[in-house]
């Protein structure tokens, strides 16, 4: 990929790849530990919606609907001046596309309708859970998932489908393997230190809940945004072609480019986060009420403050204190995050 800067074009590093990986045998623990993205080449080349695609778009959404289920999913439609770019309109207060509920059989027939139409609008169907719209899909299309439901991770696993979309540059909560299946994409990452220099946009809309980089990827204004060079700088990039995927770790920048006609991919996600553990976007929504306003000395100390609770090793604040005056300070369970969360609202409501 090729990006503008101020000067001249700035070739972006390639994701590193694997190769000679079946997808019964993904090394889940060694591509989490090594917190990086890395493609998987080839490794889904043999499911059958990747060699339905390989006919055609035709082919590939009438083996699609042979496992629907008949239920309305979310179907998002933008103008084609928007050249497929699901974003913010002017003001930034609301959203640049339409979201309706449909009939999946007659929205993908309006994809098939403008395959040739260069002046389309842009079709999406985004995250949409396989079990649930796609029921029997993951009986003959699916990752060897034993490594992670053995350590008690169960992965959220989502289709995504449409024309030619660009996903604006975000981040997600969890791990992801995106499966490419039919069509090519186009994944330009960021690591979590570029939060920053992406220029996130207001936390109020969003299209799916995380907040977008305000930077026109294909023409950024960087007398507006100068910082996305330095951004550019760490990027890489991964061209996946169908049976390719790509693994990148939580809280990862993801922009997203799905470049033919038709294209559908397949994402899990997942972490170790034990189920009774909530949201950090919680507690970074609630730090903006308790910290964000206080003066900057006093921001360091409580800094220094959540280093040594929180972001530090989990048994350094309680390696001094005898078991039974450890209290919330301890290790986790349901039954002692119900009741911290308890005491949180009891704080948040007085």
Not at 55 to 71: K, S, V
Not at 162 to 182: E, K, M, P
Not at 308 to 337: C, K, N, Q, S, V
Request: charged share 20%; with cysteine; hydrophobic share 45%.
């Amino acid at each position: 990929m090729r990006a503008p800067d101020a000067d001249a074009a700035v070739t972006l590093d390639r994701v590193p790849e694997i190769t000679g990986i079946d997808s019964d045998a993904i090394p889940f623990e060694h591509i989490v530990a090594e917190n990086r993205p890395v493609v998987l080449k080839g490794v889904v080349r043999d499911w059958p919606l990747t060699r339905a695609g390989a006919r055609g778009p035709g082919a590939a959404i009438t083996y699609l609907l042979g496992f629907y289920a008949g239920a309305p999913v979310a179907g998002y439609t933008a103008a084609p001046e928007l050249g497929g770019r699901y974003f913010y309109d002017d003001s930034a207060t609301h959203l640049n596309f339409a979201r309706e509920r449909v009939q999946l059989d007659e929205y993908l027939n309006r994809v098939l309708a403008h395959l040739d139409d260069p002046g389309a609008p842009s079709f999406y169907v985004g995250s949409t859970d396989l079990d649930t719209y796609l029921p029997g899909f993951r009986g003959e299309n699916d990752l060897a998932l034993d490594p992670l439901t053995r350590a008690g991770q169960y992965p959220l696993v989502s289709i995504w489908l449409g024309n030619r979309t660009v996903a604006t540059a975000h981040y997600d909560q969890s791990n992801n393997i995106a499966c490419c299946l039919v069509g090519r994409r186009r994944f330009t990452l960021f690591p979590p230190s570029q939060v920053s220099n992406l220029y996130p946009g207001p936390l109020e809309p969003t299209p799916g809940g995380q907040v977008l980089s305000m930077v026109d990827f294909r023409a950024p204004d960087l007398a507006r945004f100068p910082r996305f060079a330095d951004a550019l700088a760490v990027a890489q990039v991964a061209e996946l072609e169908p049976g390719d995927a790509l693994f990148y770790p939580a809280l990862w920048w993801h922009h997203v480019e799905a470049l033919d006609a038709f294209n559908a991919m397949v994402n899990y996600w997942w972490n170790d986060a034990p189920a009774h553990a909530d949201s950090p976007m919680t507690t970074l929504l609630h730090a903006m009420l308790s910290l964000r306003e206080r003066p900057l000395v006093e921001k360091q100390a409580w800094r220094e403050i959540f280093d040594h609770y929180i972001f530090g090793p989990a048994d350094r604040p309680i390696a001094h204190l005898p078991e039974p005056a450890r209290g919330a300070l301890a290790p986790l369970d349901e039954t002692a995050a119900r009741r911290l969360r308890a005491q949180v609202l009891q704080r948040l409501n007085r």
